[in-house]
């Protein structure tokens, strides 16, 4: 593991993983690397169960869930940006950061609301049968529950822009108070090659810096996993109502 990201998602991570698999520094692990792959996501419920354990006995398998990749940004990494800080101590360590009121925007558009789904009185319920039917899905959803909502939200989706900002301005200030100035760079992809490839001792390519609409893409990899998800649900319902009106027709016949 060479470089690390410390910032949240949606702090311009997906343009940032292009541009360092761009210098050599990948593949770089992402959550979408998660989304495209949702087995992946049981790695990272060993490695909270790790994390979390009082004794501190188990070690996180970073090897295993790092295995193939040379940097890592955005969730669910991030939520273990102490950890990996620490169990990795030549790595370069990037935090990447933009306006918190304008991150919230967008988180609210895309992770928050994938969140807020999953305590939907209706739609909680059918993600988490179709979990039990497809156990990989499941382990994502319980993944982004466990990892996302309570490592970095403390387990509240409430409190709206004021709160969400707030914690943001936080998790950048513990970053920079934790991590020595020399292995750390506060970035904002906004400003480009220089201060990515001055930090990393690297020459600039002669192309643009990597600009990719990762909301667009968190919406068509979620698309499809909860077509992923709803498809054996609605298969599963339609078997089950076609047994009950069977079974109706049958005792409706069989009546003397």
């Not at 311009?12 to 690397?33: D, K, N, Q, V």
């Not at 988490?128 to 996302?148: I, K, N, Q, Y």
């Not at 600009?211 to 893409?217: A, G, T």
């Not at 709803?230 to 089950?240: D, Q, R, S």
Request: aromatic share 8%; proline share 7%.
């Amino acid at each position: 593991m060479r470089v690390i990201g410390v910032g949240f998602g949606r702090t311009g991570t997906a343009s940032l993983r292009i541009a360092l698999e761009r210098l050599g520094y990948g593949p770089c692990y992402h959550m979408l690397s998660v989304m495209e792959k949702p087995s992946r996501a049981r790695g990272w419920l060993a490695a909270a169960k790790a994390a979390d354990a009082a004794d501190g006995a188990i070690d996180p398998p970073w090897e295993e869930i790092f295995d193939g990749f040379d940097s890592t940004l955005d969730w669910p990494g991030v939520a273990f940006w102490r950890e990996l800080v620490e169990a990795y101590p030549d790595a370069r360590v990037v935090l990447t950061v933009r306006d918190p009121y304008r991150w919230h925007r967008s988180m609210d558009a895309t992770i928050l609301r994938a969140l807020r789904q999953a305590e939907h009185p209706v739609i909680g319920p059918l993600m988490r049968f179709g979990g039990r039917l497809r156990p990989d899905m499941g382990a994502f959803f319980a993944m982004t529950e466990r990892v996302v909502l309570h490592r970095s939200f403390r387990g509240d989706l409430g409190g709206g822009a004021e709160r969400f900002a707030r914690l943001f301005e936080e998790h950048t200030a513990e970053v920079i108070a934790a991590v020595p100035a020399d292995r750390l760079l506060v970035l904002e992809v906004a400003d480009g090659w220089k201060p990515l490839c001055d930090f990393l001792g690297t020459t600039p390519p002669d192309e643009p810096f990597p600009h990719v609409n990762d909301q667009e893409e968190f919406a068509r990899i979620s698309g499809a996993q909860r077509r992923k998800v709803m498809t054996p649900v609605l298969a599963t319902a339609a078997v089950g109502a076609a047994a009950l009106t069977a079974a109706a027709l049958l005792r409706r016949h069989l009546r003397p």
